[in-house]
Structure formats: C-alpha cells, structure tokens
DNA sequence: ACTATATACTGAATCTTGCAGTAAAGTCAA
DNA sequence: TTGACTTTACTGCAAGATTCAGTATATAGT
C-alpha cells in the first residue's frame, strides 16, 4: 500500500516543483536550503523522492552520464495538487536541540572551562552559518536569485535565520560575561546578578537589549 | 553487552543526580524542564533509566503504593564519574526544527492565510512557552528554587530561552507586516521592500531592531 | 599517471517517535 | 457511594529517521 507522506516528503516536494532535479541534486539542495528550518539527513532525502513516486507525486526516469545512472525526478500534476493541499494543513510545534544550552544547565558537573568549551562549539557552528547566510544575500543583490519569482520568499527566510543566529551568538557573549564572573559552577545558587537576571526575566524583559 | 550512552542518557542522568525519581517523574520532569533544548519523546525518556541500570549509572528499586509497583531510580557513584566526564566531550551541532517557517518558504504553494495560519500556530506554541517561564522565574523570586544552588544556571539557562522566544515572536510580527503587503503570495520576486531588507542581511544588520 | 574530491547512490543496524493499550489511584460531584 | 474523569505509571509494537559502511564512476589538478 501508499505510504504516507510526511513534512519532509513536502519539503522534497516543493524543490521538485521548481524544476526536475537528480536525487543527488535534491538531496543536497534540500540539505543547504533547509538546514535550519527543516535539517535532515541525507540518507533520509535520497528515500524521500522515491516515496513521491510511489504515492504517484513524482515520476522517475534514468539518464546516463558515461557508465553512470542518474534517477531524475519530476513533479506530476498530482504532486502540485499535493502540495497545494499541505499549505492548509496544521504545523507541527517547533523543536529547538541546542546541546551547548543543555551543557549550561547542567555546568555544575564539570569544571569552567567545559561550559566555555561547549559555548565555543556553540559559537562556531552558528558563525559559520551565519556568515553562509550573509553571504548568500550578497549573491541575491549581485548575481540574482536561482529561481527569480521566489525571491521575496527566500530573503524573508533568511530573515528569521539571521534573527536566531544573531541571538543565540549574543547570548553566548552574555553568558560568558556572566560564568566569567563565577569563582565555580557549583552550588552559587541565587548570586546577586542572578537575581537581577531573573527578576528581569519575570517581568518578561530582556537582559541582552539593555 | 552494554549500549552506548547518548545525550539524553546524559541528560536523564544529570537530573538522577538531584535525587531518586520515579520513572514516570523523570520523564515528566525532563519534558517540563528540558523541553526547549532538548525535547525527548515521552517514550524515549521512559526507557533511559533503563538504559543507565543497564550501564551501571543507576540503580533501581521497586516501590509498592497500594497495589501499584512505581520503579525508583538511584544514581551510583560510576554514574557520577560518567556525568563529569561527559562535561568535556564534544557537543553535536545545534539543531532548529520549525516547520512554520518552512511553510515561509514554500508560502507560494497556498494562500496568504495558509501562511499566516501556520505562523498563527507558531505564535501559540511559542506564546505558552514563553509565558510558563516568565512565570517560573517569578516563582524562583517568591518560592525560591527545587534545587536552590542551582539556581545560577536555571536563570542562565532561562534567558535563553526567553532571548529565542522573544526574537521568534519579534519575526512572526515582522513576517505577518511583510505578508500583509503582499498582493499574493506568488511571483514577487525581488519588490522594492525586499531589496531594502536583502541589503540590511547582506551587511549582517538587523531588520527587526532597527 | 596518480591522487583527491565530487558524484551517485544503497543496505543494514540502531535510535527515536507515535500510538495504542492496560490498569490502578485520586478527585469531585450528584 | 457510585460513577465519571483525570492523573499516575508504565509497556509493546510499528513506523520514521539517523548513522555508518560500502560500492563505484567521474572529474580536476599536479
């Protein structure tokens, strides 16, 4: 029987629909698109269009390359009103796994400099794609965007990325101010900016936009 | 043989090390407080527990209340040793699953309401969690702490997530002003407004605080 | 000619989630 | 005090997703 398709399949989905693409293309199209709205991996995306074609969304045909065989994939009028449907359905809740952020909480079973270590980590897988992202804006100003007509989409994308990354990279600089003030992890418990900081946040205010 | 301890081994354990819990307590707690950095299945964290006597990280012992039978987990010292080693092992890279935002990207499969349903939707789930931490940090104020010396990094650890919920709230209204601007969802491409804000990204400023 | 990197995938084991199911304990109201 | 509803306290199983290893061709640079 048809399996059932899930966000990732729409996802794979509406790359087809810009225009055919190899598995090996959308595969990694769909991970440097979509990493930080709908990261997945690439084991996953080469199953992904396959499932399309069984549920009758897409169609495959081999080419040749020398000796090699490529799948290309296309949308089928079915897949459009497919994907035409998904819009209207309900979102799953986000999900947010920051491994450096749970470090912090638990800092107090290791030393100092492993929550500074952890920030770091932090800091460099977030800076590299902020500085991606950055980037990529100049392209669309200079070079223009691969597909035109979606441009206002992309940019507005790109927005909430540089929103987040430019967030979480702030609190890292506070959160670092803040452990350097710490003789220890442990047993500080209610410290004076502690409790500046949380009667702050009580009052839903932000510590980081004085 | 034994398996190997993932995060969520780690961070179950970290939690064990506060005191004895139940399995059904653990779970509930590790939803409740590790949710927005670290948000496990109910099932998932049930069997961790499991998985830490098997290691030897724990201990378990069989309560009866009435005729129920409720498993309560110990931590032992090898868990212990376990905890502050895993302090210094690297962290996996961070991870932002937001469908809502997704359907930003691909809004020109639907209508202009699709897309602000699903940040409607967004603006929900984040709204209820903002909201329980601004008012468990004022619970930290009048109560105090489950565990006062931990207080330090329960605020630190908050922050953070006040600073996201706050910025994702800050795009959604940014996005919704966007959106309403927009004849259709189709086609724009590069407007006027959109080059304005592809200009700001591409020199990594920020168009929400301006 | 050789080496390294990119292309182009697949199978299998393991990890994780979602869902259904079971059943006792507690709570409140008629 | 009986009945209805919620919370406590889990487990089994199917399906979804990731990780890892493996296979093999194509291409670019030295």
Not at 25 to 33: D, M, Y
Not at 53 to 82: C, D, M, P, W
Not at 139 to 149: E, I, M, N, R, W
């Amino acid at each position: 029987m048809a399996p059932t398709p899930t966000t990732s399949s729409f996802a794979v989905l509406a790359l087809l629909d810009l225009k055919p693409w190899t598995g090996y293309e959308l595969t990694h199209q769909a991970q440097r698109s979509l990493r930080y709205a709908w990261p997945k991996s690439e084991r996953l995306l080469y199953s992904e269009p396959k499932k399309l074609v069984e549920l009758g969304f897409a169609t495959v045909h081999q080419e040749a390359s020398g000796k090699r065989i490529r799948n290309v994939y296309t949308i089928t009028e079915e897949g459009r009103r497919a994907l035409n449907e998904w819009t209207s359905t309900r979102t799953q809740p986000p999900r947010l796994e920051i491994e450096a952020v749970l470090r912090v909480l638990f800092a107090d079973h290791g030393s100092r400099e492993d929550v500074l270590g952890a920030l770091d980590e932090l800091e460099s897988d977030i800076g590299e794609h902020h500085q991606a992202i950055v980037e990529l804006m100049g392209s669309y100003l200079d070079g223009g965007h691969p597909f035109p007509q979606r441009t206002h989409l992309s940019v507005l994308f790109a927005t909430f990325q540089i929103e987040m990354f430019k967030t979480i990279e702030r609190w890292i600089e506070f959160a670092r101010d803040e452990i350097d003030e710490w003789p220890t992890t442990q047993d500080l418990g209610m410290t004076s900016r502690t409790e500046t900081l949380a009667r702050l946040l009580a009052q839903d205010q932000s510590p980081l936009n004085p």
